[in-house]
């Protein structure tokens, strides 16, 4: 009797547990779906900067201080969600944060002064703060034993998202008026029913995911060593998201002043850059799996320095054809680094995602906020001038320790 109450447990238990080694495509499917709808909605914002700055005539700080307050209402936010999540998650907060993401939209297309547009990009920031560390967990839950893969899965969708948003802003916001932001919002209730679905599944499987967690092999390093390279990382972060609010900000703005490009073809230039970071974020994690994250780091964030040095020196032509190239390397870093950071932290997926998506979010409101005003006082074209050196930061690859594989 005991003997067959045993086996029963010897066959039964081990499959709930082992059910998270395998990679679950539809989960990652879905939570990247829903990444495309979350980052297409708030990329809306972004896209339509130059229609608020000559309806409402807004400085480029101004603009700046619109940014700095979307991505700073979600940076700050999202560590200290991540980090409750991850001793209380909370899988059905994923449509909560969709909801957010809803009213600040329908704020921004009403918005008639700049107080307006700024609680409209805070609300938006506040969608952020909410959705990213909760559905960055999922992804690393579904998984299995290709987590650089499941993060870039869940990174494109994010960044084919921020890509469509201009288009789309162009082709119905820039020719139908501020008004029509509204109807983005719609995209919000699908994105409410799918992440339903996704928090259901996450809720079954979050206790097995919690015991596989505390079974992972330990790193190898010190609270000194784990502290020094989390700071590493950071600089990092800081290089690559101050050169990207450069590009994700202005770049219309520096087409439109430099080579004289009509607002609609420099829309579509700026989908053609998000589109290049979208490809480059495809690459990052899977090439991590294989060849080991520190590698990824060095390539995508010092190896793009050539390229941000002879941007402001070519013409039209060469202009959007390095723009590609650099959002191509330079997204691959982000997966790679996030994943390391987290192989840093075993155990602390929640805390480490709601850190370094903040740390993305905050980095590039301020970048923001300092261009714009570098480019009121010295031109559009300085500022590329200046962030054209921040890629060297990647020689600080070199201290970091190289992972073991558990």
């Known amino acids: 009797m005991t003997t067959t109450l045993a086996s029963q447990t010897t066959v039964t238990q081990p499959p709930a547990f082992d059910a998270l080694e395998a990679t679950t495509y539809p989960v990652i499917a879905a939570i990247s779906f829903s990444h495309l709808l979350n980052d297409m909605m708030q990329s809306v914002l972004l896209a339509i900067y130059p229609m608020l700055k000559l309806g409402l005539n807004l400085s480029f700080a101004q603009i700046g201080l619109v940014t700095l307050t979307y991505q700073l209402t979600g940076s700050l936010l999202q560590p200290l969600i991540g980090l409750y999540t991850d001793r209380r998650p909370m899988p059905y907060s994923l449509p909560v944060g969709m909801g957010f993401t809803l009213v600040g939209l329908l704020c921004l297309s009403q918005a008639g002064t700049y107080n307006a547009v700024l609680l409209s990009a805070m609300l938006i920031g506040m969608g952020s703060s909410v959705f990213h560390p909760e559905s960055s967990r999922v992804a690393r839950m579904a998984a299995g034993n290709q987590p650089g893969l499941a993060q870039s899965l869940f990174q494109i969708g994010g960044n084919l998202g921020s890509a469509l948003g201009p288009l789309l802003a162009a082709l119905i916001i820039v020719r139908q008026g501020q008004g029509s932001a509204a109807w983005f919002s719609l995209f919000a209730l699908v994105g409410v029913v799918v992440l339903s679905f996704v928090g259901r599944w996450s809720s079954h499987h979050g206790a097995n995911f919690r015991k596989r967690m505390k079974v992972q092999a330990r790193n190898g390093l010190g609270r000194r060593q784990i502290a020094c390279s989390l700071g590493i990382l950071g600089l990092l972060m800081f290089s690559k998201f101050f050169y990207m609010a450069s590009l994700s900000s202005y770049y219309t703005f520096y087409l439109i002043e430099k080579f004289g490009v009509p607002l609609e073809k420099a829309q579509f ?138």
């Open 269 to 406: 230039f700026l989908f053609v850059f998000l589109f290049a970071v979208a490809a480059g974020t495809v690459l990052g994690g899977p090439v991590g799996d294989r060849i080991g994250r520190k590698r990824v780091i060095w390539f995508s964030i010092l190896g793009v320095a050539p390229f941000t040095l002879l941007l402001p020196h070519v013409d039209l032509f060469w202009t959007v054809l390095l723009s590609v190239v650099i959002g191509l390397i330079l997204a691959s870093a982000f997966s790679a680094i996030l994943v390391y950071a987290q192989e840093l932290v075993p155990g602390k997926v929640g805390t480490i995602s709601g850190l370094f998506f903040g740390l993305a979010f905050g980095m590039g409101g301020i970048g923001a906020a300092l261009l714009g005003r570098l480019a009121d006082s010295t031109g559009i074209e300085t500022v590329y001038q200046v962030c054209a050196f921040l890629p060297l930061l990647g020689l600080l690859t070199a201290f970091l320790p190289t992972m073991k594989r558990a």
